[in-house]
């Protein structure tokens, strides 16, 4: 039992000093020694990124192929039966015209 005791009072002792940053709810606890370091500027930027270094859609550029793959079994029926459909029109409208102008002819 006596053991147990101490064991309690060394974890108690442990965390003593943790708990208040802990307790914060503005900062994630594995941040709070990062922000404890950082001064207010009042709202002035002082670090940034350049526009060329942030590369905001490469990821879509590295990844459209395997989506375009993976999701072409879901609209190809749609896309493909589409033109299908218009080539047909097409066609049987040419031939009709044809047709036409071979009965018309002089």
């Excluded at 002082?46 to 459209?64: C, D, K, N, V, Y």
């Amino acid at each position: 039992l006596k053991g147990r005791k101490m064991a309690s009072d060394l974890s108690r002792a442990v965390f003593s000093r943790s708990r208040p940053l802990l307790a914060r709810y503005d900062v994630s606890p594995h941040l709070v020694k990062w922000w404890a370091k950082v001064k207010p500027d009042d709202g002035q930027v002082t670090r940034h990124l350049s526009p060329f270094e942030q590369h905001a859609i490469m990821g879509w550029f590295q990844t459209w192929p395997g989506k375009l793959m993976d999701r072409a079994p879901q609209w190809i029926m749609y896309v493909g039966g589409s033109l299908g459909l218009s080539y047909a029109i097409i066609t049987l409208g040419d031939a009709a015209d044809a047709a036409e102008d071979y009965k018309h002819r002089f």
